[in-house]
């Protein structure tokens, strides 16, 4: 029993702390990003597994964490605001070629940043030729040209 709240307060903590640390996808990760995964993954096996490292608790705790993950995504189906909450939602952060300054510090992103997706996906060289960025709930920039 103490390996199946170990796993679920190791999985709440894990989801609340990345949320907090914001949306990023794997795509765009640092060479920082990946060495504080891997630092985490490392620190979240100890505190998952204590000191019984036996296959039966290994199996134990997994079985756990893919049955909250697994339950997560049922309510999330049939919850909108447990989906938000999870997730969060898509956010605007360039709007008919206005930057919306206070969305872009709360992502966490640079006009740099919006301007090299822009680039990359539609050949756009200026803000002012972007309809909408639009930071998806999955960390991606999805860029709508202007007319």
Avoid: C, H
Wanted: aromatic letters at 6%; glycine letters at 6%.
């Amino acid at each position: 029993m103490d390996s199946v709240l170990r796993a679920a307060a190791i999985y709440l903590a894990l989801m609340i702390l990345f949320k907090v640390a914001g949306r990023r996808s794997l795509s765009d990760l640092t060479t920082f990003d990946l060495v504080l995964l891997m630092i985490i993954g490392e620190a979240t096996q100890q505190a998952l597994l204590g000191d019984d490292f036996s296959v039966i608790n290994a199996v134990l705790v997994i079985g756990t964490l893919i049955t909250i993950d697994v339950g997560f995504s049922l309510i999330k189906t049939r919850s909108y605001r447990f989906a938000t909450l999870l997730e969060g939602s898509p956010t605007v952060l360039i709007e008919n070629g206005r930057v919306l300054e206070g969305r872009m510090r709360e992502s966490r992103l640079r006009l740099e940043d919006i301007m090299e997706i822009a680039r990359e996906s539609q050949g756009l060289e200026r803000v002012q030729q972007i309809k909408f960025a639009i930071l998806e709930r999955n960390g991606k920039v999805s860029i709508i040209p202007a007319e």
